[in-house]
């Protein structure tokens, strides 16, 4: 018998932030600091809304047409459309971006299959919250399925994950941000990040405070970076 994943579920509480060899944090300490770092990040070139289409039998909204994908997972109290600002900029900087609306293992693996049999070999999984959590799943399953990983706010640790790039991002105060920064320290490869940000925002909830701009700007860079060999 096959068994899934070992996940650990981690007690709600901050403890001491704790980096590890391969992992970097950064804190975006905008509280008190005297204003907003420079971004970066342009969205302006196109706002429109992405297509409507069908992976693995569920609907799913399409932006761009690159030679990178990207799968975009929400968290449980957001939908597909949701990430329409993030999946815009990413579209722009030349990739091919999917936001599932089931976020199971099947269809955002039926996401990624999609995307490598239109051509695209690499393909980076981004998710939020419950989409993160499935995400980390589907790829302690086949560490190999994903080019690189960017989390928010994810609920549990996992183990099993592959050597691809990750970056975690959790706000300070929020009650599982000690989740992203021992992912960062426990999980293998060499370009693990962990972004801990003021305030207390969830997941998706961060693109709503002053931090959506540094944190946008810091999945631009990523994605660019890492997109292909």
């Not at 342009?42 to 809304?49: I, L, P, R």
């Not at 993160?132 to 960017?150: F, G």
Request: glycine share 10%.
């Amino acid at each position: 018998m096959q068994l899934g994943p070992k996940r650990h579920n981690v007690v709600p509480m901050l403890g001491t932030l704790r980096q590890g060899a391969l992992a970097l944090v950064v804190v975006l300490a905008l509280d008190g600091c005297g204003g907003s770092p420079e971004t970066t990040s342009d969205t302006s070139t196109d706002h429109s809304s992405g297509q409507t289409i069908s992976v693995a039998g569920a609907s799913a909204q399409r932006w761009g047409e690159g030679d990178y994908g990207v799968v975009l997972a929400h968290g449980a109290a957001f939908d597909a459309a949701s990430w329409e600002t993030q999946a815009v900029a990413i579209a722009n900087q030349g990739a091919s971006v999917i936001a599932v609306e089931d976020v199971d293992t099947e269809t955002i693996g039926g996401a990624v299959k999609q995307l490598q049999d239109e051509g695209l070999a690499n393909v980076a999984l981004v998710g939020a919250s419950a989409g993160a959590d499935t995400i980390l799943d589907l790829a302690s399953q086949d560490p190999e399925l994903a080019d690189q990983l960017i989390l928010l706010s994810p609920n549990a640790t996992v183990e099993g994950l592959g050597e691809e790039p990750k970056l975690f991002v959790a706000s300070k105060d929020e009650p599982v941000a000690h989740v992203s920064t021992e992912l960062a320290a426990s999980s293998p490869g060499e370009e693990n990040v962990v972004m801990i940000l003021p305030g207390s925002a969830h997941a998706q909830n961060i693109f709503a405070t002053d931090q959506a701009g540094p944190v946008l700007d810091a999945m631009l860079q990523r994605l660019k970076r890492f997109a292909g060999p």
